[in-house]
């Protein structure tokens, strides 16, 4: 019995040759199988004793293995591979199932391939997770057979592998390029033009074309008898702080990832930006308590520090306190900041119950409050409203989007700047503003 384990029967072949052999021993019995019949019998048997054969003549025919990355980047694209080598002396056909984790739900992942004789070949596919936590790998099951096509024999390798999924750290490079090149236009990113002097100084030189003349030093030029000017550098190490809300407002789901993973993701992105700014870049959540605290450093550590402190975010489903994070704030924050405040307004009531505290935060810090679109909404205001009852859905649609734009301009009037923006466009709008508070000299 051992060994047919591995032996699988293609097309059913297996019940056709013992329906064959049931009639070729009762008709043999009775005296009436045709010659023709017995010899049809006897090419098929001979076949398939070949087959097996064949297949089983090497016991290293085929040896793979399955190569996922170290760890999953969520909402992303990640491959992975699968190398398998031929040993065989002739060409065969793979059939590839691999038990991906079960929270993919693939129940119907396979691949077949044509491997050339005495030959490797790697194969890749891609898995895109939308939740943080451990993936498990089941086995990875290969099926051979050769140009007959009779039998299949099966091969098992790699069980039970676990690739943990952290934020969406593939596109930390992605986003670091597009902050730092001129090409900022081509991903919807604006061109920000640096307005007065955000400069801290640093020295004083002496004057050559293209210096500019409003930075003319007029007591160093006397002393020295000829033009000097200040030099000035940018700004640095100012803390920014990512502030998630991870209260049950977050938990709304958009393309497979809730605005909570949405969240975690630009803070991510917008942590390395800031580091790379030569700022200062912390983070933490808050629900019920303020938790998930990593104090704004630049030091080299600071990024994976974040993301494993990112990796372990879950909503808690409770209405977020906003009292108890203005409390947080005050105490433990003393010097000014940069605060990117992730959370999710539906109507100005919500708001107006939370301003107070926000207009608290305003006082001593730069508050951005980062809060989303509402996309299904969106097509309900686009689209033509043909029935009375579409007609009710279209207005209600438009009263919410008129909302949100009200809480935006309900913020402005108390100097509290804000990202109304799609969950999509969450990075790459909250980068833009980063930049422009810091080319105007905001902070």
Same mark, same amino acid.
């Given at each position: 019995?051992? #060994? #047919? +384990?591995? %032996?699988?029967?293609?097309?059913?072949f297996?019940?056709?040759? /013992?329906?064959?052999?049931?009639l070729?021993?009762?008709?043999? @019995?009775? &005296?009436?199988?045709?010659?023709?019949?017995?010899?049809?019998?006897?090419i098929?048997?001979?076949?398939?004793?070949?087959?097996?054969? *064949?297949?089983?003549?090497?016991?290293? &025919? *085929? =040896?793979?293995?399955?190569?996922?990355?170290?760890?999953?980047?969520?909402?992303?694209?990640?491959?992975?591979?699968?190398?398998i080598?031929?040993?065989?002396?002739?060409?065969?056909?793979?059939?590839?199932?691999?038990? *991906?984790?079960?929270?993919f739900?693939?129940?119907?992942?396979?691949?077949?391939?044509?491997?050339?004789?005495?030959?490797?070949?790697?194969?890749?596919?891609?898995?895109?997770?939308?939740?943080r936590?451990?993936?498990?790998?089941?086995r990875?099951?290969?099926y051979?057979?050769t140009?007959?096509?009779?039998?299949?024999?099966?091969?098992?390798f790699?069980?039970?592998?676990?690739?943990?999924?952290?934020?969406?750290?593939l596109?930390?490079r +992605?986003?670091?390029l597009?902050?730092?090149?001129?090409? %900022?236009?081509?991903?919807s990113?604006?061109? *920000?033009?640096?307005?007065?002097?955000?400069?801290?100084?640093?020295?004083i030189?002496?004057?050559?074309? &293209?210096?500019? /003349?409003?930075?003319?030093?007029w007591?160093?030029?006397?002393?020295?008898n000829?033009?000097?000017?200040?030099?000035?550098?940018?700004?640095?190490?100012?803390?920014?702080?990512?502030?998630?809300?991870?209260?049950?407002?977050?938990?709304?789901?958009?393309?497979?990832?809730?605005? %909570?993973d949405?969240?975690?993701?630009?803070?991510?992105?917008?942590?390395n930006?800031?580091?790379?700014?030569?700022? =200062?870049? &912390?983070?933490?959540?808050?629900?019920?308590?303020?938790?998930?605290?990593?104090?704004?450093?630049?030091?080299?550590?600071?990024?994976g520090?974040i993301?494993e402190?990112?990796?372990? @975010?879950?909503?808690?489903?409770?209405?977020?306190?906003f009292?108890?994070?203005?409390?947080? /704030?005050?105490? !433990? /924050?003393?010097?000014?900041?940069?605060?990117?405040?992730?959370?999710?307004?539906?109507?100005?009531?919500?708001?107006?119950?939370?301003?107070?505290y926000?207009?608290? @935060?305003?006082?001593?810090?730069?508050?951005?409050v980062?809060? #989303?679109? !509402?996309?299904?909404?969106?097509?309900?205001?686009?689209?033509?409203?043909?029935?009375?009852?579409?007609?009710?859905?279209?207005?209600?649609?438009?009263?919410?989007a008129?909302?949100?734009?009200?809480?935006?301009?309900?913020?402005?009037?108390?100097?509290i700047?804000?990202?109304?923006?799609?969950?999509?466009?969450?990075?790459?709008?909250?980068?833009?503003?980063?930049?422009?508070?810091?080319?105007?000299?905001?902070?």
């Amino acid at each position: 019995m051992k #060994f #047919f +384990k591995p %032996l699988y029967l293609q097309n059913h072949f297996f019940y056709g040759c /013992i329906a064959v052999m049931i009639l070729f021993i009762v008709s043999f @019995i009775f &005296g009436k199988l045709f010659f023709v019949a017995k010899l049809g019998l006897v090419i098929l048997l001979a076949f398939t004793f070949l087959d097996i054969l *064949i297949l089983f003549y090497s016991k290293t &025919g *085929i =040896k793979a293995v399955r190569i996922p990355p170290e760890k999953f980047s969520n909402g992303d694209e990640n491959p992975v591979q699968v190398t398998i080598d031929n040993h065989y002396t002739f060409p065969v056909q793979a059939r590839i199932i691999d038990e *991906i984790p079960e929270q993919f739900q693939v129940r119907d992942f396979r691949v077949e391939r044509k491997l050339p004789a005495s030959s490797s070949r790697t194969l890749e596919y891609m898995l895109r997770p939308t939740e943080r936590g451990e993936y498990h790998f089941g086995r990875l099951n290969i099926y051979i057979s050769t140009t007959l096509g009779l039998i299949a024999k099966r091969y098992i390798f790699c069980d039970d592998v676990m690739v943990p999924t952290y934020p969406a750290f593939l596109q930390l490079r +992605k986003y670091d390029l597009m902050a730092f090149t001129n090409r %900022l236009h081509q991903y919807s990113i604006k061109k *920000i033009r640096r307005i007065g002097h955000t400069m801290e100084f640093e020295q004083i030189k002496e004057y050559v074309q &293209g210096d500019d /003349i409003r930075t003319l030093n007029w007591k160093a030029t006397a002393k020295k008898n000829q033009l000097m000017v200040n030099q000035f550098q940018d700004e640095k190490s100012q803390p920014v702080y990512s502030v998630i809300d991870k209260g049950r407002v977050m938990k709304m789901p958009f393309e497979g990832l809730s605005l %909570l993973d949405y969240a975690i993701n630009a803070t991510l992105v917008i942590s390395n930006v800031v580091l790379k700014k030569q700022d =200062k870049a &912390g983070m933490f959540t808050f629900s019920k308590k303020v938790e998930n605290i990593v104090v704004a450093e630049r030091r080299t550590s600071q990024m994976g520090l974040i993301l494993e402190t990112l990796y372990n @975010i879950q909503t808690d489903f409770f209405e977020s306190d906003f009292s108890r994070l203005y409390g947080d /704030i005050k105490r !433990n /924050i003393t010097n000014r900041s940069l605060i990117l405040l992730y959370t999710n307004f539906e109507t100005l009531d919500g708001l107006q119950r939370q301003l107070p505290y926000l207009k608290g @935060i305003a006082k001593n810090h730069l508050l951005v409050v980062v809060f #989303f679109k !509402n996309t299904e909404l969106n097509d309900l205001v686009n689209n033509r409203a043909e029935t009375i009852q579409q007609v009710y859905d279209k207005v209600i649609a438009e009263k919410f989007a008129f909302e949100k734009r009200l809480i935006v301009n309900e913020l402005r009037k108390y100097g509290i700047y804000s990202i109304l923006t799609t969950p999509e466009n969450l990075t790459i709008d909250t980068i833009n503003k980063y930049l422009e508070i810091k080319a105007r000299g905001l902070l």
